[in-house]
């Protein structure tokens, strides 16, 4: 505070100074953009580059191809742990409000692969299962379902539409725009597509709802809004619906078994400025 | 500057799930990493699943496919010399191998094949079981294979005599709350004491087994709270092995220690599952692959990360070359070489040759056996490097 309060104390006699004796001020050079941790990152190896043949080849054969080809439509099982309180309840229902094609179903103590078995036999293409601790949803665990890939997201700062002064009856059923942000690297990239894979491929624009997945520092900020341009260049932004965060846990090849492509280990944080997504 | 055929000399050849093969040449002053494949022309379904030498020279690597082909590339032309299409049982090609020039292979429904001109030798290794995982041949004597598989315990076959298995492995005993304990054998390796074989299991187990002594395992264990994915052995240690899992753990593992189930030496660096690990056979080294698109080269008495190169597709599996004096050759500090056709090389800038004597004091400490071989390496880098 108190550097602060001297550099601008510093900046206000220089400038007075100047004025008084009628001469330029010293030209400091251009303006240093400050440091950030983005802007500080430990370079990854792994970050995608554009023209790379064989991304696109993997990702023009990998589990998620059919999605993009537009070959089914996704249709999306949302379910929570057992005995469910009202926060998680209300929760699970607004994203079945959000995901067009979603259906939320109660589990009772059926196990997990119980759950991705029997969606499979009933043509569902992804599970979402949300896992509730002390009163409050705390996991979210995405499950593609022909033998697709598995992830683990940590949920963190839940908040209901209620929460937020909104009323969920605002979500409207226009299929919604999706933004992915800032997957930068390989792993990232994946998820990006993991999750844009949950929503309808063909948006609905007339309905004007987006859903974004901004990712910062590896933390998956989740936003729902209603947007209205005002001219070309202006747009107002209304929020709707549940807003949370993710964090990725783990990511396994495999409906709920097989080897894990990623898993968080603590030996991976070597520095603050390290980021996989 | 090396002569332009060392230069193009790779020492480890690695299969991905795209189906490209992937050759890296680590010498001492950089490395160059080459898809072997026109990536456009390949789809899942040429995934290359097994990878092995052809021969004892190393000329040539075979591949086993997903669709159940066999290819064959020659490392003195940098080709793909043959490709061959075989029908067998269902599934993936799980191992690939030769016997006397002639080549072996093993699918996922349990047939283990003899290519013979004169007519080709089959075994029915999977038993009761689900599918075969692993089939691994005796490297010191190629008659013999080793198979195992979800619910197929670990069985010897000889090739002379395809009809039933030379020593079929028995199941532990019941746990406390007196169920089968199930079977699910990953991988397997032969330990060079001639009837010792270590087998993991993606049920956390470690086991060794005595061929001579009993069906039982002598030794079983359980490694970490997840499925154990490969299994390797050192050559110089008769009693040290690698087992990686599928989290991304490796560990090191003593059978003659005073508690085997602590492993020496815990290898840190993996995201994801390690699918491969090969030991270099004159040098220190243990490469390992894994599902994280890493090739990582590691000490195996340090447990020190020396090498790590982004690989862009998941990893299956890797051969390295024996006999390839890699110590003096892996870079500690390089410059970042990528490429695909032309050979970019950036120099790395400074060698550090105090890191060796370290290295020296390291091993005395760990192993028992003393290997003066590898003494004898330490040398400043001459011009005859590879091979």
Known sequence: ?277 | MLSDSKLRDFNVFIGAETGILKGVNLNEQYVITKNFHNVKALDREQEITAIAWGDEEETEVLMGLRNQTIKIFDTDVKAFVSSRKISTGSGPIVSIGRVDGVTLTAVKSGQITLWRQSGKVEINALGRGEFLSRMRQDPYSQNIVATGGKESDLRLWDLNRPAVPTFRAKNVKRDMLDIRVPVWVSDIAFLNDLRCIAVTTRHRHIRLYDIRQQRKPTLSFEYGNHANTAISTTNTCGSHVFVGTSIGRMGLFDFRGKNPKMPLRSFKGFAGAVRDIVVNASEPYVFSVSLDRFLRAHHIYTGELLYKEYMKSRLNCLVARKKTDIRSTLPTTRQKIRHTDGWEIEEREEEEEEEEEEEVEAEEEMCDIQESESLDRIRPVTNSLLR
């Open chain 1, 1 to 277: 505070m108190k550097k602060s309060q001297d550099a601008g104390r510093d900046k206000r006699r220089e400038k007075k100074r100047a004025e008084k004796l009628g001469i330029p001020l010293p030209d400091k050079g251009p303006k240093q953009v400050p440091h950030t941790l983005e802007s500080l990152r430990e370079k990854d190896v792994t970050m995608v580059e554009e023209d790379d043949e064989e991304l696109y080849q993997e990702e023009a054969t990998d589990a998620y191809a059919s999605y993009f080809t537009k070959a089914y439509e996704p249709k999306v099982l949302l379910t929570c742990s057992d005995n469910p309180h009202k926060k998680t309840r209300s929760f699970i229902l607004e994203l079945c409000k959000m995901i067009p094609g979603s259906k939320p179903v109660w589990r009772k103590k059926t196990s997990v692969k119980s759950v991705v078995k029997q969606a499979a036999e009933h043509g569902y293409t992804d599970v979402l299962i949300v896992n509730e601790d002390r009163r409050v949803p705390n996991a979210m665990l995405v499950v593609h379902l022909p033998e697709g890939p598995t992830a683990l997201f940590r949920i963190s700062n839940p908040k209901i539409c209620k929460e937020i002064n909104r009323d969920y009856k605002d979500i409207s059923f226009h299929r919604p725009e999706v933004i992915l942000n800032n997957f930068k690297t390989r792993l990232g990239r994946f998820i990006a597509r993991m999750l844009g894979a949950l929503f309808h491929y063909d948006p609905e624009f007339k309905g004007r709802r987006v859903c974004t997945f901004h990712n910062q520092r590896d933390y998956i900020f989740f936003r729902h809004h209603r947007y209205a341009f005002k001219d070309t260049e202006k747009v107002r932004l209304h929020e709707v619906g549940p807003r949370f965060t993710l964090i990725l846990q783990w990511l396994q090849e495999g409906a709920f078994e097989g080897d894990f492509e990623w898993k968080m280990k603590s030996e991976m944080r070597t520095s603050r400025r390290r980021f996989f997504l």
